[in-house]
Structure formats: structure tokens, C-alpha cells
């Protein structure tokens, strides 16, 4: 692929200004703010359900907005901690004791990390980076490679050997994985929580949990409900991704209760908007539930439509993937950061170039799938980069 | 005061209530929530500036709902901490390095407690709870009382001596203390941080510092501005009280850089939501400054008729204030909870017992100013509770 002379200037821009936000992909927002000639057409390094967003607007625009109740939201204090998780825990089957709401999964992620684990964290790489950036200074970080030649699939033997001589204090399993979209089994899960019993935590991340389906279950294939026997093990769910409310930070973490407690008392109290607790109260409504539903039935169609495109082009190779995004390696010598530079300064088009990953090697993208309309638009810039 | 067979069973229904909310007073809604026979009013117990209220929604609806942006606001990430304190930095007139954003004062004040205070902590008496009920377990709390003979001043030399013999971490000043509306000067408040420079941390909590005047000065009289001469100086400010808007957890701190570095090492990501981000925005603009200029000093008079109005009801002395709220004793013989009870029940006003406060000895109630007619409503409810 040959950049323009006008690409490849904007390709060194947006290298800076990559630079300059550390090892998160800088949001469009701010790339579009700092260089104002791109005319976007898609977000897909963006990863969330758009169909999800308008649902919740629908329900805040005629509830809120046209009642005039957002006065009392913005007004008035919300509701504490402990109030906002005994309504979360009825809408996800826990016990309310075991629910720690939090101001968007990473809230739970940082607290986690800083109280649990002093001294060893074993990850599996590919990964989502605050994993390793927000442990603790001391703490040593050992990775677990995901290897593409198996299609990043957990090798579950030697992870357990791993476990075993490592002696971490605790382990990380994202599923489905970020950046790969990769899926892994009850069955392997409870193997490695069999294996696990002497590590302290068990952080099984299921923020993309809801965009996998498992062959005609019409629900999410969450694991949620091992918490109940595995005391080490802390679910930690985002609800920006599925529910399309990044801006809400919302999310929550199932634990021991002795474990929400120590959380509790170091904090947390106020630590969600008042918007954020009528969202999260939305969640016991069976008018929600089910338009929430529909929009995911219809947004994970989505999700493998854009897959099978993705296959029809020949110089991708797309990995198998639960998530809402499609990691693609490049295989005909192209470079991630100038397809990425085309697709933005060309087609309007935003990807995840996945260079910066730790454990990746080689050239890949990682598209989101945003709505039907989106994907295609996706789809067709992407041929055409290829075609000159 | 004789209350009646209703108010009796009623005031029995709300001290329950109490019971189980913990130190914090319950928020009107949840007493509603449990005894709906009440007819409220007036929300006296609440601290918060209700013509900025209005300020905030008027941009809100005009700026975010009628152009739609509200989907971007919802949809994605707000901007990282480090961002959202550069423009407020601009707004506050202080370095983007020395501040802190938070998920309102609270937030600001558990991490600081748990991060500074390992040790010993001094505060005054009466208080704002969450100062010693967030300090970690192990830490010793020594009260410094302050006594409603003097008007609850602080007698600087006693607190001086305080402070050299006992030697806390930390120390916390309220400016205006919260429940009695005192003032420390600049000249009180730079004895005080000249005699602790071998304290690791002078708290200075701002939160109600809008409402203050000084002569005719038309600006608050923070000291902000001393966080640059003492390192050990940590500023905390909720925004929640003097803009009206609780519901959106939107605080900050301003302390030396390597602090908030530490802090932010340690979490804090993205700890706002985007409309929270919205709203810091607006400090930035002229338009809104001239807005809320003019709900303040709309507020600020009203508090002050409010404390005239009060100082001429015969059962009551109301002390001293510079916050939004009125620390009132009555001198009749009369019990705080049952004039607390006859307000809420037959009268709808729903006002602040004080009883439960930790060092205020006596029969207090406190009254948080609303709008003039809200206000007219509260007296003429106390004048009519004291005639039978």
C-alpha cells in the first residue's frame, strides 16, 4: 500500500498525538479536535452497541427529559453504594451483599488490583492494558502468551502449570479476551478455578460477555453465578460496552461479601450520578429488559455479518470472535498503520491498529461493529484501500 | 411542644428510618419512599443553591438535549482526569498538575484519608462526618471541640498547642464549617498552616465557600491560591452545594503535583461522567460564570434574610453563619426531634435535627436556605409549630 503525500502527513499527526495518550487508543473526539480536516464517517475503533444507546435515550428522553424529573437526578444526591446493589443484584441473580457498583468497570479493575494483589499478577497477552498499567508499582507481572497460530485460545494445561510454579496472587481471564474476541468454555473456566484454589483472586472480566452467544440460548452465557462457590473469584462487568453508555460510568464486580465490605470501607460511597442509578434501575424493568434484548439479538447479528465480510477480503485473515469486534491480521504485507491512516484520512473511517499491543505480533486492525449501515460503509472503505 | 397522637407515630416512623440510614441524615426521597403520607414542601435539609440549579439545566437542556449532543455525552468515554483538570485548572486559576478531579468532594476526601492519614488525625468538632467515620480503622481521631459559647470559633492557640503535642498526619479545617456556618480568616487559617509545617497534610475543605462574602467583595474568598506557597496544603471543593448539582459527583482537589500524581497512580481514570464533564466545561465560559455570578449572589441574600428571620423567633438562636445553612438552637425547653417531627409532618418542611452531630451539646436543628419562597414557607411553619 503507497500513502499519498497528504496521508502519510496526517498518518505522522496522528502518530503524535497517539503518542501523547499513552496506551489507549486517543478517542476520535480528540483526534478530531486536533485535526479538524478529517471528515468521519465511522467509529470503529469504538466498541459498544449503538442500538443499545437508543434504547436508553428513548427511555431518558420520555422519563426524564419531558417529565422534568432530570431536575431531581441533577439536584439531589444519588442513592449510596449499598442502595444501588441491592437493585443491581436482583436484575443479575446475586445476592446483594456480593455486588460492588462501580463508576464504570475500571473503578472496579483499579480497586481490585491495588487491594488484592502486592505481589505477583499473572495475565494472559494479548490484553485489555489497564490490567497491567494500574498494578501496583511493586507488583510483578508475569504473561501468559496467547498465540495466534492456535487462534489465541487459552492453552489450559500449561496456564495451570503456570499457575502452580508462578504462585501469583492472582490471575486474569477476560472473556470474551480483548483485544482478539476470543471465548472461553465453563468448562475451562472451572478447570482453572479447580486449578486456583490457593490464589487469592480469580478476576474472570466479562465486559463483552453480552455480545457472545452460545449455539440457541437466547441469553448471555455468563458465568456470574460461579461466584457463589468460588470465594476467590471477582466477576467484574462493564455496562458501557453492551448497553452502549460509556459516558454513564457504569459497571459493577461480583465478590465475597467480606471483600465488597473492605471495598466499601475504603470508600465508594457516592461513586455513580444520580443518571447513572436511573440507568441502573432501569435494569429491573421488564419493558427494558426486553427492548434491551432486541437491540443486542440485533446488534450480534451484526457482529457476524461484519465478520463474514471481513472473510470475503482476501488480504485479512479475521480471527473467530465472541466480542463485538474483529481482530484482523493483515496478510499481504501491508502495513496496520497505513491501512489505519487511509481508512481515517480517505474513507473516514476509524480502526484499532493493534501495533501497540503487548503479545501481538504482526500487522493487525481491530474494527468494532457499530450499526448495519456502518459495517458496510466499513467494509467497502476498507476493499477500496486495497484497491488503491 | 406536645405533640400530637400523628405526629408521635410518625416522628417514631422516622427516627427508625434514621436508624438504619447510618450517620447521614436519610435523603428526603427515601423518607418519602417509606412514610408517603407526608406532604412536602420544602426540603430544608438540603444544601444546595437551587437558582444555580436552574443555571445548570437551562445550559443542559439547551446545549445537550435540543442538539442531540446528549448522545455523545452518553455514548462515549468521557475525557481522562488529567483533561477534565486541565480546563478546570484554567477556570480555578491554578497549575493543570496540582489538580484533582473527582467524583465529587467525597471521593477526594476518602482517598486522602486512606493515602495521608495512616496514623493520627485531627479535626474539629462539630464536623462534617465522613471526616473521621472515612479515616482508616486503624487511625487514632482526636477531636478538637468547638463550643457553641464562643460560637464555635476556633481558639487558635489551643488548636496550635493541639497540634504540637499531638503530632497527627493530618488536620482538617471546614471553611465554613459544616454544621455551623463558622469562618475561619486568612489570617486564622495562615497561623494555623505556619504552625504545621511537620504536618504531612493541612486539609482545607472549601465545599461551602461560595456562599461566604467578605465586606463587598463580589468574589468567594477561597484560599486556594495558598496551595502554592504550602506543600502540605490539600484544598478539597465539592461543586455540588454551590452549583446545585449533587446528582452529577463532580469535585476536585488542588494539592502538590507529585500528589495527585500518586493519587492518579493509583486510579481515578476516568472518574466523571461525560455530563459531569459538561459541566466542568461550562466553568470555562463567560456566559455561565455571569449566570451563576448573579444565582450566587441571588442565594447569598437569601440566606442572609433567612438568618434575620429565624433571629426573630423568640424559642430560637440561630448562630452565626458564612455557608447556605442556619445552625439553630432552641432555648424553649423544646426537643430538636419533635420540633424536627411537627415541621415534616404537619407542615411538609423538612428540616436538619442535629442531635446525632458528635460534640453539639444541646436541642439544634439546622436549616439549609432555599428559594425566598421556600424559605417564607419554613419560618412561617416554625412560628406556627411553637403556637401549638
Excluded at 314 to 330: D, G
Amino acid at each position: 500500500m503507497e500513502l499519498t503525500n497528504r496521508e502519510l502527513e496526517m498518518a505522522e499527526r496522528i502518530r503524535n498525538i497517539k503518542q501523547l495518550s499513552g496506551s489507549h487508543s486517543p478517542g476520535i473526539l480528540s483526534i478530531l479536535k486536533q485535526v479538524p480536516e478529517i471528515a468521519l464517517k465511522v467509529d470503529a475503533c469504538y466498541l459498544s452497541n449503538p442500538y443499545a444507546t437508543d434504547i436508553f435515550l428513548s427511555y431518558f428522553s420520555r422519563e426524564l427529559i419531558e417529565t422534568g424529573r432530570i431536575r431531581d437526578v441533577v439536584e439531589f444526591y444519588p442513592s449510596q453504594n449499598r442502595v444501588i446493589a441491592g437493585y443491581l443484584a436482583k436484575a443479575v441473580d446475586a445476592s446483594p451483599e456480593t455486588v460492588f457498583v462501580s463508576n464504570g468497570a475500571t473503578e472496579a479493575i483499579q480497586a481490585i488490583l491495588q487491594r488484592r494483589v502486592p505481589r505477583k499478577l499473572l495475565i494472559n497477552i494479548p490484553t485489555f492494558s489497564p490490567y497491567y498499567e494500574f498494578a501496583p508499582k511493586q507488583t510483578k507481572v508475569i504473561y501468559n502468551r496467547l498465540n495466534k497460530e492456535s487462534e489465541f485460545k487459552l492453552d489450559s494445561d500449561r496456564y495451570i502449570d503456570m499457575i502452580r510454579k508462578e504462585k501469583p496472587d492472582a490471575i486474569v481471564l477476560i472473556n470474551p479476551n480483548n483485544p482478539d474476541g476470543g471465548f472461553l468454555s465453563e468448562e475451562v473456566i472451572l478447570r482453572v478455578l479447580e486449578a486456583s484454589k490457593s490464589v487469592d483472586t480469580v478476576i474472570l472480566d466479562e465486559s463483552f460477555v453480552d455480545f457472545a452467544t452460545l449455539g440457541s440460548q437466547p441469553e448471555s452465557p455468563s458465568m456470574s453465578g460461579l461466584c457463589k462457590k468460588y470465594r476467590n473469584l471477582v466477576l467484574i462487568k462493564s455496562l458501557s460496552k453492551d448497553f452502549g453508555v460509556a459516558g454513564l460510568r457504569a459497571g459493577y464486580a461480583i465478590m465475597a461479601p467480606e471483600r465488597v465490605d473492605d471495598l466499601l470501607s475504603n470508600g465508594f460511597l457516592w461513586n455513580v450520578s444520580g443518571i447513572a442509578e436511573y440507568f441502573f434501575q432501569l435494569h429491573l424493568r421488564e419493558d427494558f429488559k426486553a427492548d434491551y434484548r432486541q437491540a443486542r439479538r440485533r446488534y450480534v447479528n451484526e457482529v457476524r455479518s461484519l465478520h463474514s465480510s471481513l472473510r470475503a477480503i482476501p488480504q485479512l485473515k479475521p480471527y473467530p470472535t465472541m466480542a463485538n469486534f474483529v481482530l484482523t491480521e493483515i496478510t499481504d504485507g501491508t502495513r496496520a498503520a497505513d491501512l489505519e491512516a487511509r481508512l481515517l484520512v480517505t474513507h473516514g473511517v476509524y480502526v484499532r491498529n493493534c501495533s501497540d499491543k503487548i503479545g501481538l505480533e504482526g500487522e493487525f486492525i481491530r474494527i468494532g461493529a457499530r450499526t448495519s449501515e456502518e459495517n458496510e460503509l466499513v467494509i467497502n472503505a476498507i476493499r477500496r484501500s486495497f484497491n488503491g
